[in-house]
């Protein structure tokens, strides 16, 4: 699975801004699309994720500000982030896990980044 994710950029605070990742590649099994965050010094940390049929799960700290959502086609996973802070500057990466069908386990796929940038 390759994946490719762009919509990073400089907002001012109580701004707002739309991550994209697209998936290409053997998409099929796809159990779960999901955003990390890495702020400089602190842990890679879940934002936010979108199993297979649908359901919805968001870090306590974006509850509120960030949605994420997907494409009909289930390709492309979305983050809309809203009232930003500050604190959410950090670099934002789109996960996919996808089932492997020929051993049963779970094989993990990550996107290159996009810096999110928050000024006060």
């Known amino acids: 699975v390759q994946l490719q994710a762009s919509g990073g950029g400089l907002v001012q605070a109580g701004g707002s801004l739309r991550l994209s990742c697209a998936a290409s590649?053997?998409?099929?099994?796809?159990?779960?699309m999901a955003w990390y965050r890495q702020a400089p010094g602190k842990q890679r940390e879940l934002v936010a994720s979108?199993?297979?049929?649908?359901?919805?799960n968001l870090a306590d700290s974006v509850k509120g500000r960030f949605t994420i959502s997907r494409d009909n086609a289930k390709t492309t996973v979305y983050l809309q982030l809203n009232s930003l802070k500050p604190e959410d500057t950090a670099a934002y990466y789109c996960?996919?896990?996808?089932?492997?069908?020929?051993?049963?386990?779970?094989?993990?796929?990550w996107g290159q980044g996009t810096q999110v940038t928050v000024s006060s």
């Open positions: 996960n996919v896990v996808r089932r492997n069908v020929a051993t049963g386990t779970f094989d993990f796929f």
């Open positions: 590649g053997n998409i099929a099994s796809i159990n779960r």
């Open positions: 979108i199993t297979s049929g649908g359901s919805t």
